[in-house]
């Protein structure tokens, strides 16, 4: 099944409407997976494979098991699922996310939202599968 319920919650949250996620790597200066495989296998895996050869941004990955992503990221971190929202509030508060204040103190969150402000518009934020709709909405 391609459904993925968590992130079509998450998206109505942030855009107020279901969509669809479609990553353009050759436009990316950052990429931060939470979870996420998008050069693993999945429906567009040649594709995305492709544009992140063309495009070569910086990729931060969150995850818990070792993927093919986690494998060419410049900085991955060893996380288990339930510390993802985590990571994801704590960076959100420190790009100054309003009404959003960081549950935990998570250290790699001030690197992580670093990279993001220094890569500007061109910085993508990709949940993976699994990952709760507040983690796909941040």
Avoid: K, N, Y
Avoid at 1 to 11: I, T
Avoid at 53 to 71: D, F, K, N, Y
Avoid at 93 to 109: K, Q
Wanted: glycine share 10%; charged share 20%; hydrophobic share 55%.
């Amino acid at each position: 099944p391609m459904a993925d319920p968590a992130a079509e919650a998450g998206a109505g949250a942030a855009f107020g409407e279901a969509v669809a996620v479609l990553p353009d790597f050759r436009r990316a200066r950052l990429v931060l997976c939470l979870g996420a495989d998008p050069l693993g296998h999945g429906p567009a895996q040649l594709a995305l494979a492709r544009a992140w050869r063309e495009g070569r941004p910086r990729l931060l990955v969150a995850e818990a098991t070792p993927s093919l992503t986690g494998a060419r990221a410049d900085l991955r971190l060893a996380t288990h699922p339930a510390e993802a929202e985590a990571l994801a509030r704590a960076t959100a508060a420190r790009l100054g996310v309003p009404g959003l204040a960081a549950s935990a103190a998570i250290a790699a969150a001030a690197a992580i939202a670093r990279a993001r402000r220094e890569a500007g518009p061109a910085a993508l934020v990709l949940a993976g599968r699994g990952m709760p709709a507040a983690v796909h909405a941040l």
